[in-house]
């Protein structure tokens, strides 16, 4: 008998390999017969030394050399190929990662982390008592919130380009080479090939907010719509079953939310208009996929009742069925089920304003009340089957219409309203002023403010009449308030969940939203004896670093005045506060930032558990690592002891969307881990310090205030680092790539602090230098440990045993394995001031030196990539295609800002930056 063979890595990454030769290969045979030959050899020819760079058979200037002065005519074809080789490299990646998946599968290997089988192995070993399960799982949450950020660079044809080549290349990995399926499969690659080759890559004209909207409801048609039921009743059911008289879940625990189309906090273009339009195109699918389910019921559900007996309630539904009492009249649930679809259909259209496809239009049936009325008669006909024993069919496709209308009623997800609290303030102060309550708001000091907030918020009288002249600030978010009261008067309180104070720095910040979401009907202030309530929650975002230090002391000031402390109770002692990423690493770097959001977390769990309210965090996570990116599951974990307790929201953003949420498969993984994450983080100790806790944070403390000295002396402290990195980068550019509907900065300025973090970060990021993702940690790093064995054994301690230290230091690995100095130099050269260039570049260089160093001597890992070999394949396989994408938009700055400011010169900028921001799989 002969012994297996033992796969070796090379075989198991050769069908990647082959994957990625066949695709280029097409792509290489498109561009040969579609630009010409000359074209085509060019493009060879410098692949061909992007790929002996990559092996150091040559430097950095053979790519470059060719690419001098070459014709723009030809340099568009160029980007547009290196463009599409990578895109089709990230297809075969993923292609492959499901492949790798399906053989350890197959080998019975145990669960990987981050899946729900993992974390229920874990749960069992842990012995948990039922009764405190259910405590610190009560109202559980995991919200992933779709935001209106959108980096997402491909445009929506080529990203259905790129589905179905996905689909085609699954299909055609089934057949052997010389079996015809396989080779009429990539007959139909080259189809698609050749329609994404002829399809323009970037958009002419900005996105619109409508736009915006479009894109992130078409993830629920794609895969939310299902994933998130099953998901959720996957969960339940197996709590269930290990605690079965804890009564878990009696909400389903994954409920999605969206920005686009509330956010407006520097984006003039969400209007009241936009609102409803948002509200209404999400109740829109929910209610498109409820009538299609219940026609397809109707259809197969026609058991006779010559065979089988219906419970009361069924029949009474049957008997309100059909107009015509004959029809299908020994059909009884096809009769109910068509007196459903009749009430649904005068549901959707009193809410939507006109009649839905697959509706009943020749009915007078009054609409459901709410989406548990309807539930209610769909659990009937559920009822009903499994009492004839026909809880087979129940669980089909009826199963799957009641875990989506309890999943998402009829508002699909909650539309979160955001608007910065200096708005707000603004628009407060004309109210006040009109209304004759005081002429001067803005100029009373804090205390006052409270008082007389608090006062306001205690009164029922409305500030505004119908005749009252305000400024179009103030009338605009005046009309946005009501329009959002029209949404929850139309699809409920689940509508319009959350109103996000951006910038909030104080109590008075949090009552002047409030006292504008009571102008708006969402507040109510109670009758005179009794409790104000509001629909909404009033969440106040943190983001600088000085704002999550004051955090927890802003919250706990809240708390003591007594109204505010009345609306919390409403609300079940539930507050939620979101913290900032994006802002507080810009304010201060990585390390910093990321720890002031720890410490941030542990004041407020703090203060929460003095208060006697629950906390709910709301992560405010990029795709990028200076945006809060990285594993979702391991940042979960690292969160610290009490910051998760059954619920977590969190932002999710433009291209790391379309990676999570468009494929069904990626859809269950990525939301399972979120899951997982937040079921560990609550029910077991996953810290690991211990007694070192007090210990590991104080050293903590230190590395920050470190580190954050060596960003600011950079960033903030030396002269000309603003012009710097308007040169060197593309930051200008940025804006005009139309990737979002909302401006670069919030106000025009030249300054980094009023820079939005999407272009700081995407910046940085096309020049290959990744600063927000790193920089000036290796300095606190080398500093602390000034040479001593003892304080290098110490950090190399806590990257094995606490996850806070250990996700910090794998996430700064990614990005900076993503960095490339080399080329980062290149950019440099676009510096006009020499010295200033070899200042600032140096200290960069220097830095990043140091960071390497720091890094290998705390884990031990002499490789940056070495506990993640999946992205180190990746980037193996990728990153010969951006050396010319790197390259040719060097080149192109350089022309554009010697006067070369032509249509076609602008354009390839553009398509450079598409490109990179494809290859390096996050943009902003």
């Not at 259909?345 to 006109?354: D, E, I, K």
């Not at 709410?370 to 809880?391: K, Y």
């Not at 875990?403 to 508002?411: Q, Y």
């Not at 606190?780 to 094995?800: F, H, I, Q």
Request: a negative charge; hydrophobic letters at 45%; charged letters at 25%.
């Amino acid at each position: 008998m002969t012994e297996p063979r033992i796969e070796t890595e090379q075989d198991a990454t050769r069908p990647l390999r082959d994957d990625i030769r066949f695709l280029g290969g097409v792509l290489g045979d498109t561009i040969r017969d579609h630009e010409g030959p000359e074209v085509f050899d060019l493009i060879e020819r410098v692949r061909i030394e992007a790929f002996r760079v990559r092996r150091e058979e040559v430097g950095r200037s053979a790519v470059a050399e060719m690419l001098r002065g070459v014709d723009i005519a030809v340099a568009l074809p160029l980007i547009r190929a290196f463009t599409y080789f990578v895109l089709l490299a990230n297809l075969a990646e993923d292609i492959q990662r499901d492949r790798r998946r399906a053989v350890h599968t197959a080998a019975g290997e145990p669960p990987q982390d981050s899946s729900l089988a993992a974390t229920y192995r874990k749960l069992d070993a842990a012995a948990l008592n039922g009764a405190e399960v259910a405590d610190l799982l009560t109202d559980a949450l995991v919200s992933p919130v779709i935001t209106a950020h959108p980096t997402e660079t491909r445009r929506r044809t080529v990203f259905d380009g790129q589905t179905k080549i996905t689909e085609l290349m699954r299909r055609r990995q089934r057949y052997a080479e010389t079996e015809p399926e396989r080779a009429d499969l990539e007959l139909r690659i080259r189809r698609q090939v050749l329609s994404l080759w002829r399809t323009a890559l970037i958009r002419l004209a900005r996105l619109r907010i409508q736009d915006e909207i479009a894109v992130g409801l078409r993830y629920y048609e794609l895969t939310l719509l299902d994933v998130i039921p099953a998901i959720n009743a996957e969960v339940r059911a197996a709590l269930r079953s290990r605690w079965p008289g804890a009564d878990l879940l009696t909400r389903p625990i994954l409920r999605p939310g969206s920005w686009i189309g509330g956010d407006r906090d520097g984006n003039p273009y969400v209007t009241a208009d936009v609102v409803r339009h948002a509200a209404t195109q999400a109740s829109a699918v929910a209610f498109g996929r409820y009538l299609r389910d219940l026609v397809e019921l109707e259809k197969t559900l026609a058991q006779s009742a010559r065979l089988v007996r219906v419970t009361p309630e069924v029949a009474a539904l049957a008997e309100a069925g059909y107009p015509d009492p004959t029809a299908h009249a020994d059909e009884p649930y096809r009769r109910a089920l068509h007196a459903i679809r009749a009430r649904l259909t005068a549901t959707a259209t009193a809410a939507l304003g006109a009649p839905p496809a697959d509706g009943i239009t020749d009915t007078d049936a009054a609409p459901y009340p709410t989406p548990r009325a309807l539930l209610d008669d769909l659990d009937a006909i559920d009822a009903s089957m499994r009492a004839t024993g026909d809880g087979l069919l129940a669980d089909d496709r009826l199963a799957a219409l009641r875990h989506a209308v309890e999943t998402f009623g009829f508002h699909l997800q909650g539309l979160d309203m955001r608007q910065n609290s200096e708005v707000h303030e603004q628009v407060v102060a004309e109210l006040l002023a009109w209304a004759g309550v005081h002429a001067d708001y803005r100029s009373l000091p804090e205390r006052e403010r409270v008082d007389l907030l608090a006062a306001e918020l205690r009164t029922r009288r409305p500030l505004l009449g119908p005749y009252a002249r305000l400024s179009d600030l103030a009338t605009g978010e005046v009309a946005i308030m009501r329009a959002a009261k029209d949404v929850v008067d139309t699809f409920g309180a689940e509508a319009v969940p959350n109103y996000i104070i951006s910038m909030c720095t104080s109590v008075s910040d949090m009552l002047e939203a409030a006292l504008l979401l009571k102008e708006g009907g969402l507040l109510d202030p109670g009758e005179p004896d009794g409790p104000p309530h509001c629909s909404a929650n009033i969440v106040p975002l943190f983001e600088t670093i000085e704002d999550l230090r004051a955090g927890a002391d802003t919250l706990a000031a809240a708390l003591e005045v007594p109204v505010y402390r009345e609306l919390v109770a409403a609300k079940g002692m539930r507050q939620e506060v979101m913290l900032g990423y994006s802002d507080s690493n810009k304010d201060g770097g990585y390390l910093a930032a990321n720890w002031a959001l720890y410490r941030a977390e542990l004041d407020l769990v703090d203060v929460a558990r003095k208060a006697g309210i629950r906390l709910r965090l709301f992560h405010g996570r990029g795709g990028t690592v200076g945006r809060g990116g990285g594993r979702s599951y391991d940042a979960i974990l690292a969160q610290p002891a009490g910051a998760v307790h059954g619920s977590l929201r969190l932002t999710e953003q433009g291209e790391v969307i379309a990676a999570k949420y468009a494929e069904p498969g990626a859809a269950h993984r990525n939301l399972e881990s979120l899951i997982a994450g937040t079921l560990e983080s609550t029910l077991l100790d996953m810290e690991g310090l211990g007694a070192d806790a007090e210990p590991s944070y104080e050293l903590m403390d230190d590395l920050a205030a470190r580190a954050r000295a060596a960003y600011s002396r950079l960033v903030h402290e030396t002269p000309g680092f603003v012009e710097y990195f308007r040169q060197s980068t593309p930051v200008a550019e940025v804006g005009d790539l139309n990737i979002g509907s909302r401006p670069a900065s919030r106000k025009p300025t030249s300054s980094v602090a009023d820079l939005r973090a999407i272009p700081w970060v995407m910046s940085w990021s096309q020049a290959r230098v990744m600063l927000p993702g790193w920089y000036g940690t290796g300095a606190a790093l080398e500093e602390w440990v000034g040479g001593d064995p003892e304080r290098l054994a110490t950090l190399s301690d806590l990257y094995r045993r606490w996850p806070f230290f250990r996700t910090v230091l794998s996430n700064l690995a990614q990005v900076m394995a993503k960095s490339d100095l080399d080329i980062a130099a290149r950019y440099a050269e676009l510096v006009d001031d020499v010295a200033l260039r070899e200042q600032i570049f140096g200290m960069i260089r220097e830095e990043h030196a140091r960071t390497l160093r720091m890094h290998a001597a705390i884990t031990g890992h002499e490789q940056l990539l070495a506990d993640n070999p999946s992205l180190a394949e990746s980037i193996h396989n990728r990153f010969p295609y951006l050396e010319p994408l790197n390259q040719m938009q060097v080149e192109l700055l350089r022309r554009l800002r010697a006067g070369d400011d032509s249509e076609l010169v602008k354009r390839g900028i553009l398509l450079t930056m598409n490109g990179l921001a494809t290859a390096l799989r996050n943009s902003g």
